[in-house]
């Protein structure tokens, strides 16, 4: 028999079949009698058997009807030689020094660099070129900081959306910024051209000028907390959302999610850093029960702000679709990194994502051969969920994909080794998504 994950959260009580997606709302009882057919530790001493005997044919009922104890899910990546996407590293440099930065300062343990136009261009022909059949193509805009090379960025859109419309495709792009230059013409042009945004803000004032400070040294919140709310207020309905960084400095970090929500910043994810364990902002596993905490501190906040009928943020690891559909196939294939989606550095080096871009081990091809060291696809083209043996037995399995590669290799040296603590943190997250999700649901 399979294992189902058995929950409480405030007194409230849930089973979940992660091979079915089904959640279960059920009493205390319930959940022991669960355990029991889990195999797991219980404590049935004084019950009445009549009871625990009608629970388990309840259970049974349940499970015949393929809701409880489901079998395994048979489903086959989908994995396909067909690139969907590039990164584009427009420039390496950046105009601030913030403390926690992977990429060494926006130089990704390098020199100061900026992408050319004729860097970028054979970027997109290589896209183009290898994406076959798809006719929706990505193309990320990053750094550093990629406004400091927005004359490139701007060519380079109108080049793809030329190059798109001979070759029947249509490009989405993303940008990703810190602010700094977010000028109400650069917002304006940002606005029209990109499918979504992404703002990097780490929440209350204090928080963001203690690890994202200007080149001076200086806070650099009040510089750029004017420049997002306004894009964000002519953004509308068009996608965006804050991208936020807590270290070991704010594990209270629930405040930093409210202080961004209160100055009109609804879309957000506040995503641990991930760093040596020698750097003085790495997340401990000492702190992984506060941090636990906290985010079921943020799920009742939530709840609570709904209730009071309160401006809501939505908190990207709150959201979850337990209905699997066509996206469960996506999910078990884990990241389409080194395979689907790759990222391309300003000398036009191309490396799995933007997480190996420091690491010459991984370098990949460059866009003026235009080719892909096969060897190294290999590693990530057959990564998948069911390659992870310790996924294997995971409630949340469906919904993280065993981690980001990156992580598991930096950390474990092996891509289908999970990163124990944002393995943690998912499982916490993954329950207060289904906590809210409930609330929700009995709410209507």
């Not at 700094?180 to 029209?192: F, I, P, Q, R, S």
């Not at 609804?266 to 040596?276: A, G």
């Not at 399995?397 to 598991?408: I, L, R, V």
């Amino acid at each position: 028999m399979k294992m189902v994950h058995t929950f409480n959260i405030d007194g409230n009580y849930y089973l979940f079949d992660s091979e079915s997606g089904a959640l279960h709302v059920c009493d205390i009882l319930t959940t022991q009698v669960v355990k029991k057919l889990n195999g797991e530790e219980y404590d049935l001493n004084g019950v009445d058997n009549n009871l625990i005997k009608e629970i388990e044919e309840e259970i049974l009922t349940l499970k015949e009807e393929g809701v409880l104890f489901a079998e395994n899910i048979k489903e086959t990546p989908i994995k396909s030689n067909l690139v969907k996407a590039l990164c584009l590293h427009i420039c390496h440099d950046c105009n601030l020094s913030c403390k926690y930065c992977f990429a060494g300062k926006g130089k990704y343990k390098g020199k100061s660099e900026y992408m050319s136009f004729e860097v970028a261009k054979l970027a997109v022909d290589f896209l183009i070129k290898n994406s076959g059949n798809r006719k929706i193509l990505e193309m990320d805009f990053f750094g550093g900081e990629p406004l400091m090379n927005l004359d490139v960025v701007k060519k380079t859109i109108d080049y793809a959306k030329t190059q798109g419309e001979q070759h029947g495709k249509k490009f989405l792009f993303t940008l990703t910024t810190n602010g700094v230059l977010l000028d109400e013409e650069t917002a304006k042009y940002l606005n029209n051209e990109m499918e979504n945004v992404v703002l990097s803000v780490d929440g209350r004032k204090e928080v963001h000028n203690g690890v994202r400070q200007t080149i001076n040294g200086k806070g650099s919140y009040d510089v750029i907390i004017e420049n997002i709310k306004n894009f964000v207020k002519m953004r509308g309905d068009k996608h965006y959302y804050v991208r936020g960084t807590f270290t070991n400095k704010n594990l209270d970090f629930a405040n930093d999610v409210v202080a961004l929500c209160d100055a009109g910043l609804t879309e957000i994810s506040l995503e641990p850093v991930v760093l040596d364990k020698d750097h003085e902002l790495y997340i401990k596993k000492e702190s992984l029960e506060d941090i636990k905490k906290e985010y079921l501190r943020l799920a009742n906040i939530y709840l609570e702000r709904k209730k009071k009928g309160e401006r809501l943020f939505n908190f990207f690891h709150f959201n979850i679709d337990l209905e699997g559909g066509v996206c469960l196939k996506k999910r078990v294939s884990a990241c389409g990194a080194g395979n689907e989606y790759f990222s391309v550095t300003p000398n036009g080096d191309i490396f799995p994502c933007h997480q190996f871009a420091s690491n010459p081990n991984y370098k990949m091809g460059n866009v003026f051969s235009g080719t892909i060291n096969e060897d190294i696809r290999k590693i990530f083209s057959e990564n998948s969920l069911f390659t992870k043996e310790k996924c294997k037995n995971c409630f949340a399995k469906y919904h993280c994909s065993g981690g980001c590669a990156a992580n598991n290799i930096n950390f474990n040296g092996d891509i289908n080794s999970p990163y124990e603590i944002t393995c943690e943190m998912m499982k916490t997250r993954m329950e207060c998504a289904m906590h809210i999700y409930s609330q929700n649901k009995l709410g209507e």
